[in-house]
């Protein structure tokens, strides 16, 4: 069966370490997401892709970047973590913007 | 700017009952609005979606509701079932520009009570 995982599914981190979150999926669709998920503030993207090579900033990119290489993968890159950023993050795929998307299960991730 | 509005945060409904939750939002070119329900240490699944071209989906116990005039949509859950709680999460894909990117509310904690 076609699945969307990642990894690690827990995080602990230090203040200004680079950490990158993986996000694999099966389902061979050319659309990628990123959000993060905090309290009062419900899932907010971060970042998308539409396709390999294209790479687009969402409305919270600031201090975290993506690339897209190949169909089924999208790092998330956290150039320089802050406290800021202790959140849980979720990879999302879709086949198409309208069409509802495919949640991966989630990395929760703490910056101390 | 909220454009995906969830005003109450938790919901309390007795195991049998009704649950309707709630979702309004601001942006009248949305044409398309999903619930994702979201159990915890795990992704929100997809559970119902309506056009704007209807007011009303059905799927087995849930219905979702839709009043284009008041920007409201709301889901309805008939029986309600503990398993059914979850965090509940509306959204809308947002066509502004270049993107396809969907817009979700901040989420209500629906509690089933047995």
């Known amino acids: 069966d076609a699945e969307i995982t990642q990894s690690p599914r827990h995080k602990i981190t230090e203040t200004g370490r680079q950490v990158t979150l993986a996000c694999h999926q099966t389902?061979?669709?050319?659309?990628m997401f990123w959000y993060r998920q905090d309290l009062g503030h419900g899932l907010r993207l971060i970042h998308y892709?539409?396709?390999?090579?294209?790479?687009n900033k969402g409305e919270v990119s600031d201090g975290y970047s993506v690339s897209r290489s190949n169909t089924e993968d999208l790092p998330l890159t956290l150039e320089s973590a802050a406290s800021s950023q202790t959140s849980v993050y979720f990879c999302?795929?879709?086949?198409?913007?309208?069409?509802?998307?495919?949640f991966g299960p989630g990395t929760r991730l703490t910056v101390t | 700017d909220q454009q995906v509005k969830q005003n109450s945060p938790s919901l309390s409904v007795q195991e049998g009952r009704i649950s309707i939750l709630n979702c309004d939002y601001t942006n009248s070119m949305f044409d398309y609005f999903l619930w994702y329900k979201k159990y915890p240490a795990e992704g929100p699944t997809f559970l119902i979606s309506i056009s704007s071209i209807k007011d009303k989906n059905e799927d087995g116990r849930f219905t979702v509701f839709l009043n284009k005039s008041a920007k409201h949509l709301s889901l309805h859950i008939v029986p309600s079932q503990p398993g059914d709680s979850a965090v509940y999460f509306c959204a809308a894909p947002y066509y502004g520009g270049a993107t396809n990117k969907l817009i979700f509310g901040t989420g209500t904690l629906l509690a089933v009570q047995p």
């Open positions: 999302a795929s879709s086949e198409s913007g309208r069409e509802q998307q495919y």
């Open positions: 389902w061979n669709h050319n659309n």
């Open positions: 892709s539409y396709g390999v090579q294209d790479t």
